[in-house]
Structures are given as structure tokens and as C-alpha cells.
């Protein structure tokens, strides 16, 4: 009898645990993640809760699977089972490591490009476009492990007005890495620029299309899904990219277009 209201609790729990499995997966509820709850009340209402959203439902998952392993030993007593317990719970502490650490990088980059984005706005009045891979991992909430930050401002800052845009990032820490790509580095992380008015002739998107966005006391642009689409697209195409960079193209054309079907 103790064996069997042993399993009938482990088995309601794991069934508590893949409830709020699902309801974090549909970003649902409160939000059971130790980096919300320890927030404070302003860090909450200004958290990209995506990413923590997703990583609480997968662990969640995993919880769940383990108290159901728990129940199946107990109902048929076979030892290897606890060997797959144990697996699991390894597997979870594992993730909750290695998704930390992704969140937290991707939290780093964007607090970098907030940082930056209001230097260039508060000193040379720029509305930049947040761009790339980072900005379609802020847009989305998922990990596309972006490792630098490309902005796209207007072209005569890279041009007839490179050098005073230059000499501004420079009196603010970033250091000039490449001059022909116009990418500096602040604190390990890349800043790369490009112009704006390219986005038109490159995957017909009009700048007035393009979405503006205000956080953080930032104002920047951000490409709606659809834009991406375009511009990944016309990446593909591009022969540079088509030899150096195919393979990553195609995998973001397949995210986006699997993004729009939700």
C-alpha cells in the first residue's frame, strides 16, 4: 500500500510538472525562473522573459520525466531504471548550466548594443537598426548564439562623416578592429557597421517600413520577421555569401519561415 500512494504522489507530481512545463513553453503564468524571481520589480517589467520562459519549460520537462521514472521503479521495481533517473537529472543540471550561460552572454550583447545605441543617438542623433543574428535572437527570444553585434545606421556616418563617428566610440572605449568593415571591440564583444539606405536595393526594404522600437531609454530599429525573410534570402544569393556563409543562411531562412507558420 505505501508503494502504491508513493507512486500516486510521484505520478501527480510529475504531472504538476509537465502542466507548468507547457504553460512556460506557451509563455503563460507566472514565470518559474530563479533570474525573474530574484529581479527586482523594475528588472521584471523591462526582461526579454523568452529565453527564460523556455528554459524553465525544458527543465520542467525534465523534472516531470524524472518523478515518472520514479513512479515506473516503484510500480516495477526494476533497477535500471534509477540508473535512467539519474541520467536525466545529470541532463538537467547540465542544461541549466549551459542555458545560463547562453541567456546571460545574450543579455551582455544587448545591454552592449543598448549602451551603445544611446551614445550614438544622445551624441550624433542615429536611430540605429539593430541587425543580424542578434537582432533576430531579440525578436524571436531564441538562441541563434550570435557572437557580435551588427548595426545598421545611415551610410554617411561610414563615410563623410566616419572619421568624428570614429573618434566618438574611440573617446568611449571601443577599439577600431577592422576600418575596411568599420568593427570596433568594447569588453570581448564586436561592433560591426554598415549602412541603412543598402537595405532597399539589397531586399527591397523601405527604412519608413522598418519598425521602431523604445527600451531601456533606446530608441532603435528592429526588422519584423518578414524583413528577415528578405534580407536572408537575398543573402543566399549573394556569391560571397553563398561560398562562405550557405549553410547559415539556409538554416535562418528555415527558422524564420517555421517562426512565421506558429
Not at 516503484?74 to 540508473?83: D, E, G, P, R, S
Not at 544569393?237 to 517562426?259: A, L, V, W
Amino acid at each position: 500500500m505505501v508503494k502504491v500512494i508513493g507512486a500516486i504522489v510521484l505520478g501527480a507530481i510529475a504531472i504538476v510538472c509537465f502542466v507548468i512545463s507547457i504553460l512556460q513553453f506557451r509563455e503563460k503564468g507566472f514565470l518559474f525562473n530563479n533570474a525573474y524571481i530574484g529581479a527586482s520589480k523594475q528588472d521584471r517589467e523591462t526582461m526579454n522573459k523568452k529565453p527564460h520562459y523556455k528554459q524553465s519549460g525544458i527543465v520542467f520537462a525534465l523534472i516531470g520525466i524524472i518523478f515518472l521514472i520514479n513512479t515506473v521503479e516503484i510500480i516495477l521495481q526494476t533497477k535500471w531504471l534509477f540508473y535512467l533517473g539519474t541520467a536525466v537529472e545529470i541532463a538537467v543540471v547540465v542544461y541549466a548550466i549551459v542555458s545560463s550561460i547562453a541567456i546571460e552572454k545574450r543579455k551582455n550583447n544587448m545591454n552592449g548594443f543598448f549602451e551603445n545605441a544611446r551614445l550614438i543617438s544622445e551624441e550624433l542623433g542615429i536611430v540605429p537598426l539593430l541587425y543580424g543574428s542578434l537582432g533576430l535572437e531579440y525578436l524571436t527570444g531564441k538562441d541563434l548564439n550570435a557572437d557580435d553585434i551588427d548595426i545598421l545606421i545611415p551610410e554617411a556616418f561610414i563615410t563623410e562623416k566616419w572619421d568624428g563617428f570614429k573618434n566618438l566610440l574611440e573617446k568611449n572605449g571601443y577599439v577600431l578592429t577592422d576600418e575596411s568593415e568599420h568593427t570596433f571591440d568594447k569588453n570581448g564583444v564586436h561592433y560591426s557597421y554598415a549602412g541603412i539606405e543598402d537595405l532597399e536595393p539589397f531586399a527591397d526594404i523601405c527604412i519608413s517600413d522598418i519598425a521602431e522600437i523604445k527600451k531601456e531609454n533606446t530608441r532603435f530599429r528592429l526588422l519584423s520577421l518578414e524583413q528577415y525573410l528578405k534580407v536572408y534570402t537575398a543573402s543566399a544569393k549573394d556569391g560571397y555569401r553563398t561560398q562562405i556563409r550557405n549553410k547559415k543562411d539556409s538554416d535562418k531562412i528555415k527558422f524564420i519561415q517555421e517562426q512565421l507558420e506558429i
